[in-house]
């Protein structure tokens, strides 16, 4: 069995004494692992960084095995390095990708919206947080979780829409929740397209698609939400 394909790495660990297993995100695998012989090596460890882009073929005698991956270098992101911000930022994507996708399942239109973020945090662009939180709304609809934010719940305005549901993911509006506002979840215009994102309201943002991503990964039996993304919390929270 073998095929060749693209992706970016999500992690590393060491096998024996000279090589290395990595995890990679795909395009058309989906997640998946192998073995890199001689990836131990310190000529290897820019390529096999997560966060790198590269060309992959993969080996294996049964599918169903581990199998060896060759691995070429495409683009490092080697930008997120100088910024620690962006440096946790592509880590807590890596991070997210490992928890909630199951292995060798392919997510091509997550992969599309995935490899456009890696390259905006990879050089610490401006506003990669917004993109990135847009892209864990994304996450969430790959997983069958998404977000309906185009009207009232309860009323059906598409007016002063406020609130999230933390059941129903629904967004409600100003009048619809009365009495109920403080067991929602508040809604940043930020995800509504009204007005700049502000720090604080990425964190709220943030706040929300973490509710139900840490929903996701209970009911379907995954690890908690990673450290990673908890560390990009706080840090976000510390620019406000």
């Not at 662009?125 to 917004?130: H, P, R």
């Not at 309906?148 to 309860?154: E, F, G, H, K, Q």
Request: charged residues 20%.
């Amino acid at each position: 069995m073998d095929w060749q394909d693209s992706g970016t790495i999500l992690s590393t660990r060491p096998q024996g004494e000279s090589s290395a297993i990595i995890e990679v995100f795909t395009a058309s695998h989906g997640r998946h692992l192998g073995v890199v012989r001689g990836g131990g090596s310190r000529k290897m460890a820019a390529t096999l960084m997560p966060g790198g882009h590269v060309v992959l073929g993969w080996r294996a005698r049964l599918e169903d095995q581990l199998g060896t991956f060759t691995v070429e270098p495409v683009a490092s992101r080697a930008g997120a390095l100088s910024d620690r911000l962006a440096l946790m930022g592509l880590n807590a994507v890596c991070a997210l990708l490992s928890v909630c996708l199951a292995e060798r399942d392919p997510h091509p239109r997550l992969y599309a919206a995935t490899e456009p973020l890696f390259g905006v945090i990879g050089e610490a662009a401006e506003g990669w947080v917004v993109d990135y939180l847009h892209w864990e709304m994304a996450l969430l609809e790959e997983l069958g979780s998404g977000l309906d934010l185009s009207r009232c719940a309860v009323t059906g305005t598409r007016d002063d829409l406020a609130f999230v549901s933390p059941r129903s993911g629904r967004a409600v509006s100003r009048a619809g929740a009365g009495d109920w506002a403080p067991r929602l979840l508040p809604l940043p215009l930020c995800l509504l397209g009204q007005g700049p994102a502000t720090w604080g309201e990425i964190g709220q943002g943030l706040d929300l698609t973490g509710h139900f991503l840490a929903r996701f990964a209970a009911d379907h039996g995954r690890r908690p939400l990673p450290e990673a993304r908890h560390r990009l919390m706080a840090a976000i929270a510390r620019q406000g």
